[in-house]
């Protein structure tokens, strides 16, 4: 099952920056999910990106988990988010279709 209206993925990749957020709708549910293919991925590939949970941020802003790589790692993290996204059933970012 494709999870992309559940999850919504975004990249964004700059010199010595890179990123993934995964929006949801806050659901304990999900956030295990994302949590549990995190921590399977960062086992996998032995690498230690900074990752923010601000799922049960108060103060209103959208449901999210934050997936930071910077400096030297980040030419390897587009493998990590690549594995994210399939242990999560994602096939689609936002941010895939180019609009002219």
């Given amino acids: 099952m ?7 993925a975004n990249i964004k990749m700059e010199e010595r920056y890179s990123g993934l957020s995964l929006v949801f709708d ?3 549910v999900l956030r295990t999910k994302i949590g549990e293919a ?7 590939t032995k690498m230690t990106p ?3 949970d601000n799922s049960q941020n108060p103060k209103g802003s959208k449901p ?9 790692v980040q030419r ?10 399939r242990e999560l059933n994602i ?9 002219n």
């Fill in 64 to 72: 999210a988990f934050y997936i930071e790589f910077s400096d030297e």
């Fill in 50 to 52: 900074t990752v923010f």
């Fill in 76 to 85: 390897e993290s587009g493998y990590f988010f690549e594995l994210v996204l």
């Fill in 26 to 28: 806050g659901s304990d």
């Fill in 91 to 99: 096939d689609k970012c936002i941010n895939d279709v180019i609009e």
């Fill in 2 to 8: 494709n999870m992309c209206k559940e999850i919504v």
């Fill in 38 to 44: 995190i921590d399977i991925v960062t086992q996998k």
